[in-house]
């Protein structure tokens, strides 16, 4: 089973609105990471959050952690038509042979011009 | 910047053939894996190696093996293709020296077993 579950599983909105997606994960963790995937291409990494931080900040990229919930949520402000990609938040698990990084099945957004 | 190389992009296998696909960084990470991502999926976990010359099972390990050659390559072996192994494979590297820093992906392999 993943470690990490996104929702919704897809959404659409419209240009200029705001984007959240959710992630929930099972097991204590080191940070967690949110990437985006354009279709067809290699993951992009979007930001880190670390297990003692609550909230982040990158340009219109927002992204809370609650430990105590263990769930993470990405809220993309002002969304543009350029943003529709598949976002995927990703956790490390400790593992027999160290960390290793589990991904979430992805929240697939659609931004309409 | 090369960053995480895989070859090949493409491949297409017949049932029961065997192939490599090789992964290269050069950003001297100590981390290296291998997903698989299926169509309209999440990646899933393959193998690992959190420093060289060690490996470890991921989500979804059989079928395939992998070897740490040294720090900078990673390759990943189906001995005997199945067409479940069609799949879209990538390699991506990490520094875990310290403080756990990003993943850094190649651009994928895409394999069809027929």
């Known amino acids: 089973s993943q470690q990490g579950e996104e929702d919704p599983q897809a959404l659409s909105i419209q240009e200029g609105e705001n984007a959240t997606m959710n992630c929930s994960y099972k097991?204590?963790?080191?940070?967690l990471q949110w990437y985006r995937q354009n279709s067809g291409r290699g993951l992009v990494h979007l930001i880190l959050i670390r297990s003692n931080e609550r909230e982040k900040h990158s340009g219109r990229l927002r992204v809370t952690l609650d430990t105590s919930k263990k769930s993470s949520s990405l809220l993309i402000t002002a969304s543009r038509a350029a943003d529709t990609a598949s976002y995927f938040c990703?956790?490390?698990?400790?593992?027999?042979?160290?960390?290793?990084?589990?991904f979430g099945a992805g929240t697939r957004l659609f931004v309409k011009a | 910047n090369a960053g995480v190389t895989q070859t090949p992009k493409f491949q297409v296998l017949k049932t029961g053939q065997s192939m490599t696909l090789q992964c290269a960084q050069d950003?001297?990470?100590?981390?290296m894996y291998w997903y698989r991502q299926d169509p309209g999926m999440g990646l899933r976990l393959i193998y690992y190696?959190?420093?060289?010359?060690?490996?470890d099972k991921g989500e979804v390990p059989n079928g395939y093996n992998v070897s740490r050659l040294n720090k900078r390559e990673f390759s990943l072996r189906l001995e005997s293709a199945a067409p479940s192994q069609t799949s879209v494979y990538f390699c991506a590297s990490r520094d875990t020296s310290g403080r756990f820093g990003e993943l850094f992906f190649g651009e994928g392999s895409r394999l069809t077993v027929l």
């Open positions: 097991t204590s963790i080191n940070n």
């Open positions: 190696s959190a420093s060289e010359g060690t490996t």
């Open positions: 990703a956790t490390d698990a400790k593992g027999t042979g160290g960390f290793k990084t589990i």
């Open positions: 950003m001297n990470h100590n981390s």
